[in-house]
């Protein structure tokens, strides 16, 4: 029985949702580039995908302090 934690798994999930919030705000760039403030004033969308990019960005926040404290990277300021 293996009792040590596979990380593979949980980088390979990390590096996949670091990238799906890329591609994501290039969308929400592209978008806010063509449609301009009309998408957040008149879209049916734009609650839903507020609510998509929040918490793709909990989510990376997550990863990464649990990356830090693994790595047990500490910040000084």
Known sequence: ???DFDHRNVYKFAIFIIGLQIVVSLV????ESLAGFRF????PYFEPWF???SVITIVVHLIL??????KNIQLHY
């Open 1 to 3: 029985m293996k009792t």
């Open 65 to 70: 302090i649990w990356y830090f404290r693994i």
């Open 51 to 53: 609510i998509l990019m």
């Open 28 to 31: 929400q760039i592209i978008v």
């Open 40 to 43: 957040y004033l008149f879209s």
